[in-house]
């Protein structure tokens, strides 16, 4: 059974340091379940970068098969989340360009949605709408960092790790998507009655 999250990490009474170290020697149980534990942080990386949560979750899928071949480098010293969604950005970012060479146009559903939306579900369908296309307007490296900051929870470290850049760097990363993110969404939030 995985944890909840800011619970101990642990799987099924075994320490992901444990589990990182028996993975680091090719075990494949232990492997799946330090991934299982990252899965959804992973998938939300990936979303916030591709936009698209079916492409994020083959992204995942694909980023665990490359981090199980590469498990003879991971160092079971350090924690496996940022060393998993270093992988996991850096496929995301590939996917995206592989998509911007075809210029492929997403398929749109042939039959709209049926039915009214209460109110509030359509509020937060807009102002989800208008957080993504801000996030959109992001470069990548920024709108990556903040996902993991504020979404993920991630700390400056783990992210720089994750990305591998430096700390500081991170930082910059975050401070300038939260302004460029503010002015949008204030601009947006001042044009709605």
């Given amino acids: 059974m995985l944890n909840e999250p800011g ?5 099924a009474g075994v320490t992901q340091s444990r589990l990182a170290e028996a993975a680091s020697r090719g075990d494949r149980e232990a492997f799946g379940r330090l991934v299982l534990e990252h899965a959804l942080t992973a998938r939300r ?3 916030s970068v591709l936009g698209n949560w079916d492409e994020a979750e083959d992204v995942v899928q694909d980023a665990a098969l490359a981090a199980w071949q590469a498990v003879e480098r991971y160092d079971p010293a350090r924690s496996f989340r940022p060393w998993f969604l270093r992988i996991v950005a850096n496929a995301s970012l590939d996917q995206l360009r592989r998509r911007r060479v075809r210029k492929a146009e997403p398929l749109t559903e042939a039959e709209p949605h049926r039915g009214p939306m209460p ?16 996030l959109a307007t992001l470069p990548e490296r920024q709108r990556i960092a903040v996902t993991m900051f504020d979404v993920e929870g991630l700390s400056h470290a783990e992210i720089a790790q994750s990305l591998g850049v430096p700390e500081g760097t991170v930082r910059s990363y975050v401070f300038h998507a939260r302004r ?8 947006v939030m001042e044009g709605t009655p």
Avoid at 7 to 11: C, E, N, Q, R
Avoid at 121 to 129: N, T
């Fill in 119 to 134: 109110d509030h579900e359509a509020e937060r369908a807009v102002l989800r709408d208008h957080l993504d296309r801000a």
């Fill in 180 to 187: 460029a993110l503010r002015r949008v969404l204030s601009s």
């Fill in 45 to 47: 990386v990936a979303y």
């Fill in 7 to 11: 619970l101990p990490a642990v799987v």
